[in-house]
């Protein structure tokens, strides 16, 4: 079914006025109640979103029962099959043709959706992604770039996907493409690019970082600003965090286990006695105010950059809010025109 | 001077008796005013404890009258230069022959002091450690831990020196190292010790991790567990935490910083109106409690492992309890025999 054929069904309006998102209604752990109500959120929020549902007919049906939306934006895609978490990604991938995200993916692989949004999991929708939708010519590796909170807003993570031992020419493309994201997604007018680095000092680094920051300071496209020690990442020093996947993958996980863990410090700090209690009540609900600008799924899921159509990764254990997050975010990206950006970055570089 | 001269010039005690501090007091930003405080807090603390206080005599002499302590206890030695951070540590180690740093390693390396300890120059205390103590017969490359602040209390996070593009070799040293540091220093029984990998299975990882997994794996003198993802770092789920030095840098520097924020933020939450501003203070001293479990000066510096001597790194900012904490430190290295036991080890291995 063609994107032509789609548009003609959903009522005749061109596909340039809606945005066109294939979810994986099985992914994640809170599939797929959080999911499809993530789902009718978005297309109740904005009347240019179109949601195909791809999983369990039946079981989605039901879910959808109980919510009231309109009927013209979202619509069911049956995947009988759901690749586990813990499935060797590259045999699930070629195995389950008929799992939500191989059927999803097609989806955009024939430009009958425009992206593809995922809780499930994360090896199968990076291999997938690579493998089914293909990459942009001239893009060597696709990067997978979550926003990272930070003390001034957010923070571009590039790259925490499965593909670890980078070389500098992937460094220098990631990069680019994170800039183009970050400014034209997330409106960052000219984001600030900084590489990852143990010292501030250009000759510190090790090998992969000391050949790939003289690439990076010729580099004309970006506003490349030096070395960042990783300390300075949560204060927000840079818009677009430059690393390779190993180092990506850390500090991604660490700043969750940190945060997680000092939350419950101070929880129990505050349970210890009535006084404490009595303060608690006092100032909560300012506390998790602030708190709330700390909260990576305010803005949606992680975005893998460089593919011939969009793909997206929510957290495994997305709610409905990130999801719905998620669908909204891709408008921007369709909007905003970033493959064709992309693509013109890198392959002006090849000429 | 010999360490039987020195011996017999405080009184004739054995060297057994006691344990000799060379410390760095013009190394750190709050020199020499908290090193030498924290100098006579140890030795206020503990008769086992003798302290060389290595800078400008005069200064040193100045602050010191202040303070009542045994004189026996705390000498001067002059030195009249000082490293300063952002010089390049090869080159200083190299021209400042008088400067606290190189003078300070000199009574290590004569066996006039068990112990360097200093709030200076990193770089020059890495590349000092190797150059002028030098590294135990076996030892390929000494590696620089220090102790984080966990959910169940602490870690050893081990490598974070400046020597990156670490191989295998180095790691599984680095895993038998920090084991009989956690062990015989910090009185850890069987240290759990696993590695920084970017997932909990055996297959994942960058080429040095999956060519370092067997071989920790096979390795009969320590307790390996396996992967460590980072999300899992700070909830304390391993004793020693191996990791090359870039990913440990990121590491260590990233926990300050996350914790560094999420305080800001929290206070910031606090401060807002008065509500708030009496929550703060009924919470206050409870929180304030809680918090100090998180708070690695409480545990004193990081030691430089493998060298012919002890080597302590404290923080920059090192007040005199993480002074005191690192002086006191070093005489559980010493009376444990850590230096020997790091010697059999690393020496069986070759046999």
């Not at 770039?145 to 571009?156: C, E, H, N, R, V």
């Amino acid at each position: 079914m063609s994107s032509r054929i789609v548009f003609r069904m959903l009522g005749g309006r061109s596909m340039a006025e809606f945005t066109k998102v294939a979810l994986d209604a099985m992914g994640g752990d809170n599939a797929p109640v959080e999911i499809v109500k993530g789902a009718v959120d978005a297309v109740n929020k904005r009347k240019d979103i179109r949601v195909a549902l791809v999983g369990k007919e039946e079981i989605i049906k039901k879910e959808l029962q109980q919510y009231t939306y309109d009927k013209e934006q979202i619509e069911i895609v049956n995947a009988d099959e759901v690749i586990e978490t813990a499935e060797p990604p590259v045999n699930a991938i070629r195995k389950k043709k008929n799992s939500s995200i191989v059927v999803a993916m097609g989806m955009v692989k024939r430009g009958e959706a425009d992206a593809f949004v995922s809780a499930g999991s994360s090896g199968a929708v990076l291999v997938g992604g690579q493998v089914l939708i293909g990459r942009i010519k001239g893009v060597e590796r696709p990067p997978l770039a979550p926003l990272l909170p930070t003390k001034k807003g957010f923070s571009l993570l590039i790259d925490c996907g499965a593909n670890v031992d980078a070389r500098p020419s992937h460094l220098v493309q990631f990069a680019k493409m994170g800039s183009i994201y970050m400014e034209h997604v997330m409106g960052i007018k000219n984001p600030k690019v900084a590489i990852v680095n143990i010292g501030a000092e250009e000759e510190k680094g090790n090998a992969l970082v000391k050949e790939t920051f003289p690439l990076l300071k010729e580099c004309k496209d970006i506003n490349f600003t030096g070395s960042i020690e990783a300390r300075n990442i949560p204060y927000g020093d840079a818009d677009v965090i430059v690393c390779e996947a190993f180092a990506g993958n850390i500090i991604l996980k660490l700043f969750e286990g940190v945060g997680g863990v000092l939350m419950e410090k101070i929880k129990e700090g505050l349970m210890q006695d009535l006084r404490t209690k009595i303060g608690a009540l006092l100032i909560k609900p300012a506390l998790k105010k602030t708190m709330k600008g700390f909260d990576a799924s305010e803005y949606g899921g992680a975005p893998l950059l460089g593919l011939n159509g969009l793909v997206v990764k929510t957290h495994g254990s997305s709610k409905a809010k990130e999801v719905c997050n998620s669908i909204i975010q891709c408008v921007t990206f369709k909007e905003q025109r970033i493959n064709e950006k992309i693509k013109e970055c890198i392959q002006k570089e090849e000429e």
